[in-house]
Protein backbone atom coordinates (compact mmCIF):
# COMPACT_ATOMS: atom_id res chain seq x y z
CA UNK A 1 0.00 0.00 0.00
CA UNK A 2 1.18 3.62 -0.67
CA UNK A 3 1.21 6.62 1.78
CA UNK A 4 2.14 10.45 1.56
CA UNK A 5 2.52 12.01 4.89
CA UNK A 6 2.91 15.74 5.12
CA UNK A 7 3.35 16.27 8.86
CA UNK A 8 3.01 20.14 8.20
CA UNK A 9 -0.84 21.34 7.93
CA UNK A 10 0.54 25.04 7.82
CA UNK A 11 3.82 27.09 7.54
CA UNK A 12 4.38 30.90 7.43
CA UNK A 13 7.48 32.00 5.36
CA UNK A 14 8.55 35.55 5.15
CA UNK A 15 9.01 36.69 2.00
CA UNK A 16 12.54 36.57 0.01
CA UNK A 17 13.18 33.87 2.67
CA UNK A 18 13.55 30.07 2.17
CA UNK A 19 11.24 27.19 3.05
CA UNK A 20 11.05 23.49 3.34
CA UNK A 21 8.17 21.60 2.98
CA UNK A 22 7.89 17.73 4.60
CA UNK A 23 7.21 14.47 2.76
CA UNK A 24 7.95 11.07 3.65
CA UNK A 25 6.43 8.36 1.46
CA UNK A 26 6.06 4.62 2.27
CA UNK A 27 5.98 2.02 -0.63
CA UNK A 28 7.75 -1.37 -1.53
CA UNK A 29 8.78 -0.92 -4.82
CA UNK A 30 12.05 -0.13 -5.93
CA UNK A 31 10.89 2.25 -9.09
CA UNK A 32 8.28 4.84 -8.47
CA UNK A 33 8.10 9.19 -9.34
CA UNK A 34 7.77 11.63 -6.75
CA UNK A 35 5.93 14.56 -7.42
CA UNK A 36 5.20 18.57 -5.98
CA UNK A 37 2.00 19.94 -6.76
CA UNK A 38 0.96 23.69 -6.13
CA UNK A 39 -2.81 24.30 -5.75
CA UNK A 40 -3.63 28.15 -5.39
CA UNK A 41 -6.88 29.01 -4.81
CA UNK A 42 -8.28 29.14 -7.91
CA UNK A 43 -8.33 25.08 -7.47
CA UNK A 44 -5.77 24.19 -10.83
CA UNK A 45 -3.17 21.78 -9.41
CA UNK A 46 0.36 23.01 -11.00
CA UNK A 47 2.93 20.76 -11.47
CA UNK A 48 6.43 22.06 -10.04
CA UNK A 49 8.75 19.50 -9.88
CA UNK A 50 9.38 15.46 -10.25
CA UNK A 51 12.30 13.29 -9.10
CA UNK A 52 12.66 9.32 -9.83
CA UNK A 53 13.54 6.98 -7.79
CA UNK A 54 16.38 6.39 -9.41
CA UNK A 55 17.83 9.98 -9.95
CA UNK A 56 20.83 10.68 -8.02
CA UNK A 57 20.53 14.02 -8.38
CA UNK A 58 18.15 15.94 -6.32
CA UNK A 59 15.63 17.52 -9.18
CA UNK A 60 16.01 21.21 -9.81
CA UNK A 61 13.57 23.52 -11.08
CA UNK A 62 14.00 27.63 -10.73
CA UNK A 63 13.38 28.18 -7.33
CA UNK A 64 11.97 24.39 -6.42
CA UNK A 65 14.60 21.89 -5.39
CA UNK A 66 13.14 18.47 -3.66
CA UNK A 67 15.44 17.19 -1.55
CA UNK A 68 15.51 13.49 -1.94
CA UNK A 69 16.60 11.40 0.79
CA UNK A 70 15.72 7.69 -0.44
CA UNK A 71 17.10 5.78 2.32
CA UNK A 72 14.66 7.63 4.70
CA UNK A 73 12.12 8.05 1.97
CA UNK A 74 11.56 11.66 2.50
CA UNK A 75 11.34 14.36 -0.80
CA UNK A 76 10.95 17.76 0.83
CA UNK A 77 10.54 20.91 -1.08
CA UNK A 78 12.95 23.77 -1.32
CA UNK A 79 11.65 26.79 -2.09
CA UNK A 80 14.05 29.54 -2.40
CA UNK A 81 13.36 33.08 -1.85
CA UNK A 82 9.50 32.60 -1.13
CA UNK A 83 7.13 35.12 -3.44
CA UNK A 84 3.88 36.47 -2.23
CA UNK A 85 2.63 34.33 -4.85
CA UNK A 86 3.87 31.19 -3.34
CA UNK A 87 0.87 31.32 -1.28
CA UNK A 88 -0.73 27.80 -1.76
CA UNK A 89 -1.47 24.50 -0.67
CA UNK A 90 1.57 22.70 -1.39
CA UNK A 91 0.94 18.33 -2.21
CA UNK A 92 3.70 15.88 -2.28
CA UNK A 93 2.52 12.82 -4.53
CA UNK A 94 3.89 9.41 -5.80
CA UNK A 95 3.25 7.14 -8.83
CA UNK A 96 4.04 3.51 -8.56
CA UNK A 97 6.54 1.98 -11.44
CA UNK A 98 5.81 2.57 -14.94
CA UNK A 99 3.48 4.90 -16.60
CA UNK A 100 -0.39 5.31 -15.54
CA UNK A 101 -1.98 8.33 -13.40
CA UNK A 102 -2.60 6.45 -10.12
CA UNK A 103 -1.42 9.11 -8.45
CA UNK A 104 -1.20 8.94 -4.05
CA UNK A 105 -1.26 12.18 -2.61
CA UNK A 106 -0.87 13.60 0.50
CA UNK A 107 -2.84 15.84 2.89
CA UNK A 108 -0.82 19.02 1.73
CA UNK A 109 0.61 22.12 3.70
CA UNK A 110 -0.79 25.09 2.85
CA UNK A 111 2.35 28.00 2.88
CA UNK A 112 1.62 31.45 3.52
CA UNK A 113 3.99 34.22 2.80
CA UNK A 114 4.28 36.91 4.66
CA UNK A 115 4.94 40.67 3.22
CA UNK B 1 -1.77 25.13 -26.72
CA UNK B 2 -4.90 25.32 -24.23
CA UNK B 3 -4.65 23.58 -20.88
CA UNK B 4 -7.31 21.04 -19.77
CA UNK B 5 -11.06 22.25 -19.60
CA UNK B 6 -13.37 20.89 -17.51
CA UNK B 7 -16.93 22.06 -17.58
CA UNK B 8 -18.95 23.11 -15.84
CA UNK B 9 -16.88 24.86 -13.16
CA UNK B 10 -19.83 24.95 -10.71
CA UNK B 11 -23.01 23.23 -10.00
CA UNK B 12 -25.64 22.09 -7.44
CA UNK B 13 -27.68 19.35 -6.99
CA UNK B 14 -30.13 17.72 -5.00
CA UNK B 15 -29.70 13.96 -3.57
CA UNK B 16 -30.85 11.47 -5.83
CA UNK B 17 -29.71 13.57 -8.90
CA UNK B 18 -27.23 12.01 -11.00
CA UNK B 19 -24.60 14.49 -12.95
CA UNK B 20 -22.13 14.62 -15.77
CA UNK B 21 -19.00 16.69 -15.64
CA UNK B 22 -16.70 16.85 -18.71
CA UNK B 23 -13.11 16.85 -19.63
CA UNK B 24 -11.17 18.13 -22.33
CA UNK B 25 -7.61 17.35 -22.32
CA UNK B 26 -4.53 18.82 -24.01
CA UNK B 27 -4.38 18.53 -27.45
CA UNK B 28 -2.31 14.93 -28.07
CA UNK B 29 -2.51 13.85 -24.69
CA UNK B 30 -4.36 10.48 -24.67
CA UNK B 31 -4.39 9.40 -21.05
CA UNK B 32 -7.42 11.05 -18.75
CA UNK B 33 -7.69 10.46 -15.12
CA UNK B 34 -9.98 12.38 -12.66
CA UNK B 35 -9.64 12.65 -9.15
CA UNK B 36 -12.23 13.47 -6.16
CA UNK B 37 -10.85 16.64 -3.67
CA UNK B 38 -12.70 16.85 -0.45
CA UNK B 39 -11.42 18.42 2.92
CA UNK B 40 -11.83 15.16 4.89
CA UNK B 41 -10.38 13.20 2.31
CA UNK B 42 -8.35 14.65 0.68
CA UNK B 43 -7.04 14.09 -3.04
CA UNK B 44 -8.17 10.84 -4.03
CA UNK B 45 -7.82 8.37 -7.54
CA UNK B 46 -11.06 7.78 -9.18
CA UNK B 47 -10.19 6.56 -13.05
CA UNK B 48 -7.76 6.48 -15.71
CA UNK B 49 -8.99 6.02 -19.26
CA UNK B 50 -6.33 5.71 -21.97
CA UNK B 51 -7.85 5.41 -25.85
CA UNK B 52 -11.12 5.16 -25.11
CA UNK B 53 -10.46 2.25 -22.06
CA UNK B 54 -10.65 2.16 -18.27
CA UNK B 55 -6.81 1.31 -17.11
CA UNK B 56 -7.07 1.92 -13.60
CA UNK B 57 -10.29 2.70 -11.29
CA UNK B 58 -9.97 3.85 -7.65
CA UNK B 59 -11.71 2.22 -4.78
CA UNK B 60 -15.25 4.44 -5.32
CA UNK B 61 -18.44 2.93 -5.43
CA UNK B 62 -20.19 1.66 -9.17
CA UNK B 63 -21.97 5.26 -9.02
CA UNK B 64 -19.37 6.72 -10.27
CA UNK B 65 -18.32 6.06 -13.69
CA UNK B 66 -16.42 7.42 -16.62
CA UNK B 67 -15.87 7.15 -20.26
CA UNK B 68 -13.49 8.33 -23.00
CA UNK B 69 -14.32 9.53 -26.58
CA UNK B 70 -12.49 9.06 -29.75
CA UNK B 71 -11.21 12.62 -29.14
CA UNK B 72 -10.06 11.71 -26.08
CA UNK B 73 -12.26 13.79 -24.58
CA UNK B 74 -13.75 12.01 -20.90
CA UNK B 75 -16.86 12.42 -18.86
CA UNK B 76 -17.34 11.26 -15.79
CA UNK B 77 -20.75 10.54 -14.58
CA UNK B 78 -21.94 10.39 -10.74
CA UNK B 79 -26.04 8.78 -10.23
CA UNK B 80 -28.03 8.79 -7.37
CA UNK B 81 -26.09 11.59 -5.64
CA UNK B 82 -25.47 11.75 -1.96
CA UNK B 83 -24.40 14.43 0.15
CA UNK B 84 -20.75 12.93 0.66
CA UNK B 85 -20.06 13.58 -3.32
CA UNK B 86 -19.67 17.18 -2.53
CA UNK B 87 -16.29 18.14 -3.39
CA UNK B 88 -13.92 19.11 -6.49
CA UNK B 89 -13.33 17.22 -9.00
CA UNK B 90 -10.22 17.29 -10.93
CA UNK B 91 -9.39 16.14 -14.18
CA UNK B 92 -5.73 15.76 -15.36
CA UNK B 93 -4.63 14.38 -18.57
CA UNK B 94 -1.07 12.87 -19.96
CA UNK B 95 1.22 12.61 -22.81
CA UNK B 96 2.30 8.96 -22.27
CA UNK B 97 5.59 9.33 -24.03
CA UNK B 98 8.70 8.16 -22.98
CA UNK B 99 10.54 11.09 -22.41
CA UNK B 100 8.18 12.62 -20.50
CA UNK B 101 7.95 12.38 -16.28
CA UNK B 102 4.89 11.54 -16.33
CA UNK B 103 3.41 14.44 -14.91
CA UNK B 104 -0.36 15.25 -14.74
CA UNK B 105 -1.65 18.68 -15.96
CA UNK B 106 -4.66 19.48 -14.21
CA UNK B 107 -7.64 21.57 -15.05
CA UNK B 108 -9.26 23.93 -13.03
CA UNK B 109 -11.91 21.40 -11.76
CA UNK B 110 -15.73 21.39 -11.29
CA UNK B 111 -17.18 22.13 -8.10
CA UNK B 112 -20.06 20.27 -6.92
CA UNK B 113 -22.33 21.34 -4.12
CA UNK B 114 -25.22 18.58 -3.74
CA UNK B 115 -28.20 19.66 -1.13
Known amino acids: AQKITQTQPGMFVQEKEAVTLDCTYD???????LFWYKQPSSGEMIFLIYQGSYDEQNATEGRYSLNFQKARKSANLVISASQLGDSAMYFC????????????FGPGTRLSVLP | KAGVTQTPRYLIKTRGQQVTLSCSPISGHRSVSWYQQTPGQGLQFLFEYFSETQRNKGNFPGRFSGRQFSNSRSEMNVSTLELGDSALYLC??????????????FGEGSRLTVL
Open chain 1, 93 to 104: AMRERGYGQNFV
Open chain 2, 92 to 105: ASSPETSANTGELF
Open chain 1, 27 to 33: TSDQSYG
